[in-house]
């Protein structure tokens, strides 16, 4: 069954056309032979009637077909016992789809980059740095919801509403206040105090001078001063000392557009590049989750931050600062859909109570974290998400995976650390980790489906198609003889309505059944000996784990894709468009060509077009 929805991003996967002209009369064809029985009518399946569509060159129709190319390039349609094309005529016909398409998303319009507001996390992040305090000064601010390519950044879900406002209000009150309890903050604050021939309105001045470009991250001209001087000198009229009336005029410079919100100036450049303050900007909050720093500050200041040398070694060391870990926490959470472990997430208490240890849970949920910033900082090859020799655990990690590798620093206590796994741990990538995998469970029992559309989705950005209405659930009885999950999805499968889903879904979660709802090791189920082995849509078979890695590395282009598109968008604070198609096209090549490595991936983002432009066009293809 066809897709009825899939990700945007789904429409940048292109492959170069190969063999023989095609042409649109053999596409035709194909369709006529293999897609037409179960596609044409009324009662079409999925309601996908190509009998109603034009043509494939059709430019509305760009999006589904692209849909169609992937299922078919992957053996997934026809369905299973349908008669299916030969190996060269399905790639023919995949390839000649997905030429047009790139030719149509490489011609595509730019696509404006977005105001958007600071989210919560980097207001909160922007707040503290900028001030010199440690207060989440964003916790009562409404949670932001997910947009763009899933994440919390984006500009299509960062509007500023009446509540937002207020709450603004409060955090800049609580942040001053919290300046003016702090010493050490206001003093850092407070520069210029008046006296020895320095009047309050030239001291006041001062402070402003240093404060305001720092705030709205940019030079500051002098007329820009005058308001939050005048709210300075009405503080003082109405009998607020010298440090209070300073700290007014701070607070409504927290709650001004300039702050609140990522704006750019208009680009002076003729090839529409950003200015280096911009370009700091965009570079910190992509990395770090805040505010530039100083020496990013001065090499803007000094026009130097658009070098290619210094641009290149601003993102090592920006990737090598602790601040750097909490980008792959952002990302790494909304990427791999595990923010919620621990909260609405969490197995069954009463089965599986060591999860209740505090520390347990913190190691399980900040292990696909830290295994990601390890691979930034070190320069690693990103096909170590898929499997790798080593993880990163803690002591009670590695116990509760039954391993037993002396870590590199036995001092190091709780703290999560690098180790070497041995041969046949099976722990190796995301898939061996437990928050992947209690992420994808029902909190009493493991569910292949789950884990089957957690890999389609997250790792391979081909999300299944939603259930058809009125399918019943998997039916919890044991009876008298206990079943597998297996063997009870099986049944579940008989139903036509869901075989052909379950079919792409399954082998999948199938292969992952050795791991419990905790990610703990098993071999039997029910009492019964545990069945992994699997046959994916295309033919191959499988068997546990360890096979499925292996498949899913064959298949590493499709992998990365779908992770450059992820950090693409989180980077760009939007969703993707087909305009971004060729842009990911040129960033996979790079890093491909430079052996997957971690830091080509963001290093080709940053130098991107729509990372560098106001506007973000097609890049040269010269």
């Not at 109405?238 to 410079?253: K, L, T």
């Not at 557009?257 to 450049?269: A, G, K, M, R, Y």
């Not at 995301?430 to 994808?440: C, P, R």
């Amino acid at each position: 069954m066809l897709s009825r929805t899939v990700a945007a991003i789904t429409l940048t996967l292109f492959c170069a056309a190969a063999g023989p002209a095609y042409s649109p009369a053999e596409a035709r064809q194909f369709v006529a032979t293999y897609c037409a029985a179960c596609h044409q009518g009324d009662s079409a399946a999925a309601g996908l009637n190509l009998s109603a569509l034009l043509s494939v060159e059709q430019a509305p129709n760009r999006e589904l077909w692209n849909r169609i190319s992937l299922r078919v390039r992957n053996s997934e349609m026809p369905p299973p016992k349908a008669p299916a094309p030969p190996p060269e005529a399905r790639e023919r016909f995949a390839a000649w789809i997905d030429e047009r398409a790139k030719s149509a998303a490489c011609t595509a319009s730019a696509t404006p980059t977005s105001v958007r507001r600071l989210n919560r996390n980097e207001y909160t992040a922007t707040i503290r740095d900028l001030l010199d305090i440690h207060l989440d000064a964003g916790h009562a601010l409404p949670a932001d919801g997910a947009g763009g390519e899933g994440f919390d950044n984006a500009a299509e879900t960062l509007f500023l509403s009446p509540l937002h406002a207020e709450k603004y209000l409060e955090a800049a009150r609580l942040a001053t206040e919290t300046v003016l309890r702090d010493a050490s903050a206001r003093a850092k604050l407070l520069i210029a105090r008046p006296g020895e021939g320095l009047t309050e309105i030239a001291a006041a001045r001062r402070v402003l001078e240093a404060f305001l470009p720092r705030a709205f991250r940019r030079p500051v001209a002098p007329a820009e001063l005058t308001p939050y001087l005048s709210l300075f000198s009405a503080a003082r009229r109405s009998g607020r000392d010298y440090d209070d009336a300073i700290v007014y005029a701070v607070r409504g410079a927290l709650v001004s557009p300039q702050f609140l919100f990522h704006i750019e100036p208009p680009s002076t450049s003729p090839d529409g590049f950003i200015d280096d303050y911009a370009l700091a900007s965009r570079l910190s909050y992509f990395l770090w989750g805040t505010m530039p720093d100083s020496l990013l500050f001065d090499l803007a200041a000094a026009r130097r931050l658009q070098d290619p040398e210094i641009l290149r070694w601003q993102v090592g060391r920006m990737l090598r600062s602790p601040k750097s870990v909490e980008f792959a926490t952002r990302f790494v959470e909304q990427w791999l859909e595990i923010r919620e472990l621990g909260r609405t997430i969490q197995p069954d208490p009463k089965l599986f109570p060591m999860y209740g240890d505090d520390e347990l849970r913190s190691d399980i949920r900040y292990q696909p974290i830290m295994f990601f910033h390890e691979l930034l900082v070190n320069n690693l090859s990103l096909l170590n998400l898929i499997d790798s020799k080593f993880t990163v655990a803690t002591r009670k990690l590695q116990r509760l995976y039954g391993l037993n590798v002396a870590p590199p620093r036995a001092n190091a206590g709780g703290q999560p650390q690098r180790i070497e796994l041995p041969e046949g741990s099976h722990r190796g990538g995301l898939l061996g980790m437990s928050a992947v995998l209690i992420a994808s469970s029902y909190p009493h029992r493991t569910s292949p489906v789950l884990r089957g559309k957690w890999i389609l989705q997250a790792l391979l950005g081909t999300p299944p198609p939603p259930p058809p209405p009125n399918v019943p659930p998997l039916e919890e009885k044991q009876g008298p003889a206990p079943k597998t999950v297996r063997e009870r999805l099986t049944e579940h499968r008989s139903n036509p309505a869901c075989a052909s889903c379950h079919a792409r879904i399954d082998p999948l979660g199938f292969a992952l059944e050795n791991y419990d709802p905790i990610g703990r090791w098993r071999t039997e189920d029910a009492g019964k000996p545990i069945d992994v082995s699997a046959e994916l849509p295309d033919g191959t078979r499988i068997d546990g784990p360890d096979q499925l890695k292996a498949a899913l590395l064959a298949r590493k282009d499709l992998f990365l894709r779908h992770l450059t598109s992820k950090m693409l968008g989180y980077a760009l604070g939007r969703g993707l468009t087909p305009g971004d198609a060729c842009v990911v096209d040129d960033i996979m090549a790079q890093v491909a060509k430079e052996d997957y490595k971690a830091q080509t991936l963001v290093n080709a983002i940053v130098f991107s077009a729509p990372f560098r432009q106001e506007r973000a066009g097609r890049r040269s293809r010269d």
